[in-house]
């Protein structure tokens, strides 16, 4: 059974950093892209930014290019996202979601639970 | 990045069908069959419930059909139940970034 398990999000300053991490198990993760996609309270899913398999190619969303970078350790099965410079409206919950491709093909097949980041001084 | 475009709110009442538009351009929809579709519950992840314009995934019930024409991409639920009542968000591949979503569909059972 695949899970996706989110862990780091939290209360955090504006202009702050964090980095939220998620935990795959139930599937070859190196064979998968990842994305991390977020939904602000009461709002609709957002895609932020998805990185390849091997994890040699990342995309990024233009409202985080330059603060948010996505990263993998395919030995450990873990996705991360290192947050910087950290605004109010990027206070949401933010999913780990699996593509079944080893490059994005435009489907989530797996979601984990989400993290909630609030970003408020 | 625009959004798809899908209607705010659809509803129906139980055994009946509807069906949810979802319109993109020629850089997502229209030129790529990687269209998904995903429930969400309230306080809960979101569901794949339909891949590739028209795949169901295993478990998914076939009263969840996805259908696709030109830039716009449709998703229909038969034999509407109350289970079903839920939020619908539609997504594409697309040329300048790998994922858009749509803005989402509130589906209510009357």
């Known amino acids: 059974e695949v899970q996706l398990v989110e862990s780091g999000g939290g209360l955090v300053q504006p202009g702050g950093s964090l980095r939220l991490s998620c935990a795959a198990s139930?599937?070859?993760?190196?064979?998968?892209?990842m994305s991390w996609v977020r939904q602000a309270p009461g709002k609709g899913l957002e895609w932020v930014s998805a990185?390849?398999?091997?994890?040699?190619?990342?995309y990024y969303a233009d409202f985080v290019k330059g603060r948010f970078t996505i990263s993998r350790d395919n030995s450990k099965s873990t996705l991360y996202l290192q947050m910087n410079s950290l605004r109010a409206e990027d206070t949401a919950v933010y999913y780990c979601?699996?593509?079944?491709?080893?490059?994005?093909?435009?489907?989530?097949?797996?979601w984990g639970q989400g993290t909630l980041l609030t970003v408020s001084s | 990045q625009s959004a798809l475009t899908q209607p705010a709110s659809v509803s129906g009442s139980p055994g009946q069908s509807i069906t949810i538009s979802c319109t993109g351009t020629s850089s997502d929809i229209g030129s790529y069959n990687y269209v998904s579709w995903y429930q969400q519950h309230p306080g809960k992840a979101p569901k794949l419930m339909i891949y590739?314009?028209?795949n169901r995934p295993s478990g998914v019930s076939n009263r969840f059909s996805g259908s696709k024409s030109g830039n716009t991409a449709s998703l229909t639920i038969s034999g509407l139940q109350a289970e079903d009542e839920a939020d619908y968000y539609c997504s594409s591949y697309s040329s300048s970034t790998p994922y858009v979503f749509g803005a989402g569909t509130k589906v209510t059972v009357l």
């Open positions: 139930g599937f070859t993760f190196s064979s998968c892209a």
């Open positions: 979601a699996k593509d079944p491709g080893s490059g994005p093909e435009g489907t989530f097949d797996s």
């Open positions: 590739d314009v028209s």
């Open positions: 990185i390849g398999g091997s994890g040699a190619t990342t």
